[in-house]
């Protein structure tokens, strides 16, 4: 098993920054996994945000939030990263981090065998 703990959501306002982070626990061996980045905004469905592969060499993003978030990842830490700049007010939600066992990147939620229990990020106009 694997726990997943995000932080670093909170309140902010349009054209700012926020740097999530999503701490790996338990049973595994955190450069083996994939990781990614979801969102869920009020009242809609989940959705991905950005993904990046076990050593940290591939990421990819959504449209809508490429060239204002970046993906990274410190192994040694077993911790994953969102950097979240120029921040609109649709890009409130809940964010949660997943982990994927296969190691490569994916973007599906179903493909993804660990969650996180999310972080809010609200941008206020």
């Known amino acids: 098993q694997v726990q997943l703990v995000e932080s670093g959501g909170g309140l902010v306002q349009a054209g700012g920054s926020l740097r999530l982070s999503c701490a790996a626990s338990?049973?595994?061996?955190?450069?083996?996994?994939?990781m990614g980045w979801f969102r869920q905004p009020p009242g809609k469905e989940r959705e991905f945000a950005a993904a990046?592969?076990?050593?940290?060499?591939?990421?990819a993003y959504a449209d809508s939030v490429k060239g204002r978030f970046t993906i990274s990842r410190d192994n040694a830490k077993n911790t994953v990263y969102l950097q979240m700049n120029s921040l609109k007010p649709e890009d409130t939600a809940i964010y949660f981090c997943?982990?994927?066992?296969?190691?490569?990147?994916?973007?599906?939620?179903?493909?993804?065998?660990?969650w996180g229990q999310g972080t809010q990020v609200t941008v206020s106009s």
């Open positions: 997943a982990a994927d066992r296969q190691g490569v990147i994916v973007t599906m939620i179903h493909e993804y065998d660990y």
């Open positions: 338990g049973r595994t061996i955190f450069s083996t996994y994939a």
């Open positions: 990046i592969s076990m050593n940290g060499g591939d990421t």
